[in-house]
């Protein structure tokens, strides 16, 4: 069974920083490309950052470039969204993907992400 538990979420001020965690379990998770994406209400859900399965390739959303990071720790299974510099548009519900070609396209529930003063 596969599962994505998201974790590390908050509200956090303007110009702070958060660390989302994204615990893999069910599948292989060397051999999946793992992602973030995050969805504001009455809006679709929208790719933030994406890393391949080798970890040597990373993708960002231009609107997080030079604030968030991703990285994963095949050790523990885990994959990393670091928010650095965080706006009030960042504000949003964030939801790790994982995708392989075994088991196709499994989501997280979602972890809220309020930047606020």
């Known amino acids: 069974q596969v599962q994505l538990v998201e974790s590390g979420g908050g509200l956090v001020q303007p110009g702070g920083s958060l660390r989302l965690s994204c615990a893999a379990s069910?599948?292989?998770?060397?051999?999946?490309?793992m992602s973030w994406y995050r969805q504001t209400p009455g809006k679709e859900r929208e790719l933030v950052a994406e890393?391949?399965?080798?970890?040597?390739?990373?993708n960002l959303a231009d609107s997080v470039k030079g604030r968030f990071t991703i990285s994963r720790d095949l050790a523990k299974n885990t994959v990393y969204l670091q928010m650095n510099s965080l706006k009030p548009e960042d504000t949003a519900v964030y939801y790790c993907?994982?995708?392989?070609?075994?088991?196709?396209?499994?989501w997280g529930q979602g972890t809220q992400v309020t930047v606020s003063s």
């Open positions: 890393i391949t399965n080798s970890g040597g390739s990373t």
């Open positions: 069910g599948f292989t998770f060397k051999s999946a490309v």
């Open positions: 993907n994982a995708y392989t070609g075994l088991i196709g396209e499994s």
